[in-house]
């Protein structure tokens, strides 16, 4: 079955940095689009940022120029680089890997900024 697993989530102090991953399983990796996600609590789960499946990339406004999605399609993983965390970036993050009409997410892993 698909799986989507994320890791690299914890706690981190105000500007420093993070690595999520997320490593999928049961696709054809290299056909999917990957995104990265979040939802804080009482909000609704905003897109990050995408990487199609030929490597072009999108990156929503509030984390323009801090955050950078990447893609291994040897190893099946996308990640996340966070780097000047703030506060308001605590929240769940989620992966999603999406072709067409067809959509898959992780678990979620936490992310804690503290001031």
């Known amino acids: 079955q698909v799986q989507l697993v994320e890791s690299g989530g914890g706690l981190v102090q105000a500007g420093g940095s993070l690595r999520l991953s997320c490593a999928a399983s049961?696709?054809?990796?290299?056909?999917?689009?990957m995104g990265w996600y979040r939802q804080a609590p009482g909000k609704q789960r905003e897109l990050l940022a995408v990487?199609?499946?030929?490597?072009?990339?999108s990156t929503a406004d509030p984390v323009k120029g801090r955050f950078t999605i990447s893609r291994d399609n040897a190893k099946n993983t996308v990640s996340l680089q966070m780097n000047s965390l703030k506060p308001e970036d605590t929240a769940v993050y989620f992966c999603?890997?999406?072709?067409?009409?067809?959509?898959?997410w992780g678990q979620g892993t936490q992310v804690i900024v503290s001031s």
């Open positions: 999603n890997a999406r072709m067409g009409g067809t959509y898959y």
């Open positions: 990487i199609g499946s030929g490597g072009s990339t």
């Open positions: 049961g696709i054809i990796f290299s056909m999917y689009a």
